[in-house]
């Protein structure tokens, strides 16, 4: 009886693993918690058994699923879409290997042509070698868009809109390599797991949006106002911009296709209760239909009367603001116009109001479908807060092409500020209404010219630099908008080659990306990235008031459940090597402050290095927390356990 107990318990592990039954996929060679898994290949099905012979359990695979590996046998796999049970055998040359995770996203299109997908290595790679590389990439442009056959080219992004943000797509990177510096070649597949649905809404059914006149993309501007001290002048020129605007709309017979909000803001009540209000909400979004009541708002808001603890304000807020409480469901294209002649409460700041940082603000606002346009006013006063401000406000708005959508308004005195200040607003809402009309007309609007014009006259540069921010910013929002009513698809492909950067650009020595990197991420990976930033946070927090010697004896001991031994010597180590951080994060093409720390790089930091390192980890932490409510944009995959769900993240948004 007891050899017959034995032989069952040596049993148990394989007789788990059949169809239906609960068991765990194998782990990634030299890992505790990473699983193995696959993408499957077009025509793919899976089999009762590991044979041709046996039943199709699974006629309808869907392309380029994404599925665990529980079992290997003689070519083929045993596979399941979550980590709980294997659901049929598939023949492993029809699928691809794909353990790391890494997928791409398109970058927005304010300055880059559509990502061309090549046939193979050699292709990509001749096309950047040759000596006409300007005049070849042109031609393969001109062929993919007129859809004509090349055998360099496998498929092509649209040319005519932009893939919708509403569809759930992956472009898993396969392979990577870097035969130029700073140009790396990903080997790629296109997913696209809601092929031959609508998301919700594109057929008038819950959620959808209503288009402005002609089909036009409604679109909501808001204004996030500084209404502290010295502030006025560019209040008043605001209800100015918001006027002249509405005449145009109303000129132009788009009444209802344009609607502006505005938000006012200055710093924290709880140290200064004179200031009134932290944030407040002077008008909901109103079209021109209605705009006496705006403007009515508008014209009633004031300066403080008291000066605020800090020369910086709490700018976070009012956009944060913004974002949550404006009526944004009904517009398709979307802006925040915030103006301020000061920086953004720093996040050391007791009194701030948010705990993301500029990058994670610019982020969330990116998955909300919201441009950040940051209108920073230089006056005399502020100078020496001149640099802080604006690498914030470029943080705030930073676009994927390597630039922002800051502007700097010169204001060597009120007058001279406000008149620039509303030249340069009246220039970036006037675009928007020229995207409007273009639109609703059928006009397809062309990519700016990508080389630099001469350098205008100083007075003259910013309203210049405005136009041509405002250009490339309603260039990408019409594609947007396009691709959101068309529902339009990224393009399916077994496997293909794509640079990372734009070619187009790139024959001129310009590295503006095509594509962004993001790791996709489970629930349950998240919820422990977040568990173990905050013992690191805490432990550093902890040893920095009280000068203790055990920083990374405290994370340890607080991550017992990640460290692969909490007992090792910290001397020389990591915290990668320690393995406080996720396996996840090991191999990922990033530098990572925190997993290359060294408990000596630690106390060789300032108080000040100290704190600052403390502070972008609490910002990761609340950027984390808001991935975590964003339930629109979690991908199931079939999966049934929520903690197995899939966000893509930015590589930029890691640790």
Same mark, same amino acid.
């Given at each position: 009886?007891?050899?017959? *107990?034995?032989?069952? *318990?040596?049993?148990?592990?394989?007789?788990?693993c059949?169809?239906?039954?609960d068991c765990?996929?194998?782990?990634?060679?030299g890992?505790?918690?990473?699983?193995?898994?696959?993408?499957?290949?077009?025509?793919?099905?899976?089999?009762?058994?590991?044979s041709?012979?046996?039943?199709?359990?699974?006629?309808?695979?869907?392309?380029?699923?994404?599925?665990?590996?529980f079992e290997?046998k003689?070519?083929w796999?045993?596979?399941?879409?979550d980590?709980?049970?294997?659901?049929?055998?598939?023949?492993e040359?029809?699928?691809?290997?794909?353990?790391?995770?890494?997928?791409?996203?398109?970058?927005?299109?304010t300055?880059r042509?559509? !990502?061309?997908?090549?046939?193979s290595?050699?292709?990509? %790679?001749?096309v950047?070698?040759?000596?006409d590389?300007?005049?070849?990439v %042109?031609?393969?442009?001109?062929?993919?868009?007129?859809?004509?056959?090349?055998?360099r080219?496998?498929?092509? &992004?649209?040319?005519?809109?932009a893939?919708?943000?509403e569809r759930?797509?992956?472009?898993?990177?396969?392979?990577?390599?870097?035969p130029?510096?700073?140009?790396?070649f990903?080997k790629?597949?296109s997913?696209?797991?809601?092929?031959?649905?609508?998301?919700?809404?594109a057929?008038?059914?819950?959620?959808?949006?209503?288009?402005?006149k002609d089909?036009?993309?409604?679109?909501g501007i808001a204004?996030v106002?500084?209404?502290?001290?010295?502030?006025?002048p560019?209040?008043?020129?605001?209800l100015k911009?918001?006027? @002249?605007?509405?005449?145009?709309?109303e000129?132009?017979?788009?009444?209802?296709?344009?609607?502006?909000?505005?938000?006012?803001?200055?710093?924290s009540?709880?140290a200064?209760?004179?200031l009134?209000y932290?944030t407040?909400?002077?008008s909901?979004?109103?079209?021109a239909?209605?705009?006496?009541k705006l403007?009515?708002?508008l014209?009633?808001?004031?300066?403080a009367?008291?000066?605020?603890?800090d020369?910086?304000?709490d700018?976070?807020?009012?956009?944060?603001?913004?974002?949550?409480s404006?009526?944004w469901?009904?517009?398709?294209?979307r802006i925040?116009?915030?103006?301020?002649?000061?920086?953004?409460?720093?996040?050391?700041?007791?009194?701030?109001?948010?705990?993301?940082?500029?990058?994670?603000?610019?982020?969330?606002?990116?998955?909300?479908?919201?441009?950040i346009?940051?209108?920073?006013?230089?006056?005399?006063?502020?100078?020496?807060?001149?640099?802080?401000?604006?690498?914030?406000?470029?943080a705030?708005?930073?676009?994927?092409?390597?630039?922002?959508?800051?502007?700097?308004?010169?204001?060597?005195?009120?007058k001279?500020?406000?008149?620039y200040?509303e030249?340069?607003?009246r220039s970036i809402?006037?675009?928007? !209404?020229?995207?409007?009309?273009?639109?609703?007309?059928?006009?397809?609007?062309?990519l700016p010219?990508?080389r &630099?014009k001469?350098?205008?006259?100083?007075?003259?540069?910013?309203v210049?630099s405005a &136009?041509? =921010?405002a250009s490339?910013?309603?260039?990408?929002?019409q594609?947007d908008f396009?691709g959101? %009513?068309?529902?339009?698809?990224?393009?399916? !492909?077994?496997?293909?080659?794509?640079?990372d950067?734009?070619l187009?650009?790139?024959?001129?020595?310009?590295?503006?990306?095509?594509?962004?990197?993001?790791?996709?991420?489970?629930?349950?990976?998240?919820?422990?990235?977040?568990?173990?930033?905050?013992?690191?946070?805490?432990?550093a927090?902890?040893?920095?008031?009280?000068d203790?010697?055990?920083?990374?004896?405290?994370?340890?001991?607080?991550?017992?459940?990640m460290?692969?031994?909490?007992? =090792?010597?910290?001397?020389?180590?990591?915290l990668?090597?320690?393995g406080v951080?996720g396996?996840?994060?090991?191999? *990922?093409?990033?530098?990572?402050?925190?997993?290359?720390?060294?408990?000596?790089?630690?106390?060789?930091?300032?108080?000040?290095?100290q @704190?600052?390192f403390i502070n972008?980890?609490?910002?990761?932490?609340?950027r984390?927390?808001?991935?975590?409510?964003?339930?629109?944009?979690?991908?199931?995959?079939? =999966?049934?356990s929520?903690?197995?769900?899939?966000?893509?993240?930015?590589?930029? =948004?890691?640790?």
């Amino acid at each position: 009886m007891r050899y017959l *107990l034995m032989l069952l *318990l040596l049993l148990c592990p394989l007789l788990a693993c059949v169809q239906g039954a609960d068991c765990a996929p194998l782990l990634q060679d030299g890992k505790k918690t990473l699983y193995q898994r696959v993408v499957s290949h077009p025509g793919a099905q899976l089999y009762a058994d590991a044979s041709e012979s046996s039943e199709v359990v699974n006629r309808s695979l869907k392309t380029f699923t994404v599925l665990y590996v529980f079992e290997r046998k003689d070519g083929w796999i045993n596979v399941g879409v979550d980590t709980h049970r294997p659901q049929g055998w598939l023949k492993e040359s029809l699928s691809t290997r794909w353990d790391q995770s890494l997928t791409l996203l398109f970058a927005p299109r304010t300055g880059r042509d559509p !990502v061309v997908f090549y046939n193979s290595f050699d292709d990509l %790679r001749a096309v950047c070698e040759a000596t006409d590389m300007d005049r070849q990439v %042109r031609e393969i442009m001109e062929k993919a868009k007129a859809r004509q056959e090349d055998p360099r080219i496998v498929a092509a &992004e649209p040319a005519d809109s932009a893939v919708s943000s509403e569809r759930f797509y992956l472009m898993p990177i396969l392979e990577t390599q870097e035969p130029f510096d700073g140009v790396k070649f990903l080997k790629v597949a296109s997913i696209n797991p809601g092929k031959g649905g609508k998301p919700k809404g594109a057929d008038g059914g819950d959620g959808a949006r209503k288009e402005g006149k002609d089909g036009a993309p409604k679109t909501g501007i808001a204004i996030v106002i500084d209404t502290s001290i010295s502030m006025k002048p560019y209040i008043d020129q605001s209800l100015k911009v918001v006027k @002249t605007i509405y005449d145009r709309i109303e000129k132009e017979g788009l009444t209802e296709s344009v609607g502006f909000a505005v938000v006012a803001f200055r710093s924290s009540t709880a140290a200064t209760p004179k200031l009134g209000y932290t944030t407040e909400i002077v008008s909901d979004f109103v079209t021109a239909k209605n705009r006496a009541k705006l403007e009515a708002s508008l014209a009633k808001v004031d300066e403080a009367k008291a000066s605020s603890h800090d020369f910086n304000e709490d700018s976070l807020a009012g956009v944060y603001q913004a974002i949550e409480s404006l009526s944004w469901e009904d517009y398709d294209s979307r802006i925040v116009m915030l103006v301020s002649d000061a920086g953004p409460l720093r996040q050391e700041d007791r009194y701030a109001s948010v705990r993301m940082g500029p990058a994670e603000l610019d982020d969330f606002a990116k998955q909300k479908g919201i441009w950040i346009v940051a209108l920073h006013v230089k006056s005399p006063g502020g100078k020496k807060n001149h640099q802080y401000a604006e690498e914030a406000y470029r943080a705030l708005s930073k676009t994927a092409d390597g630039r922002s959508n800051y502007q700097a308004i010169n204001a060597p005195n009120p007058k001279t500020g406000a008149k620039y200040f509303e030249a340069v607003a009246r220039s970036i809402a006037g675009s928007m !209404v020229t995207m409007v009309k273009s639109t609703a007309s059928g006009k397809l609007m062309t990519l700016p010219e990508r080389r &630099e014009k001469p350098k205008p006259a100083p007075e003259e540069a910013p309203v210049d630099s405005a &136009e041509d =921010m405002a250009s490339r910013l309603g260039y990408a929002m019409q594609l947007d908008f396009l691709g959101k %009513r068309q529902n339009t698809e990224a393009p399916e !492909v077994v496997s293909s080659w794509i640079p990372d950067k734009d070619l187009a650009h790139l024959a001129h020595s310009e590295p503006v990306p095509a594509v962004e990197v993001a790791v996709l991420l489970t629930k349950n990976q998240l919820s422990d990235l977040r568990d173990q930033i905050s013992a690191i946070i805490d432990s550093a927090e902890r040893t920095k008031k009280t000068d203790s010697a055990d920083f990374f004896k405290g994370i340890l001991s607080a991550s017992a459940k990640m460290a692969r031994d909490p007992n =090792m010597p910290t001397e020389g180590k990591t915290l990668a090597e320690l393995g406080v951080l996720g396996e996840f994060l090991e191999g *990922l093409p990033y530098r990572s402050e925190v997993m290359l720390l060294k408990e000596d790089d630690w106390y060789r930091k300032s108080v000040g290095e100290q @704190t600052a390192f403390i502070n972008r980890l609490k910002s990761k932490i609340a950027r984390y927390e808001e991935y975590d409510r964003d339930r629109a944009n979690w991908e199931s995959f079939g =999966m049934s356990s929520a903690g197995d769900w899939v966000y893509r993240v930015p590589l930029d =948004m890691l640790p």
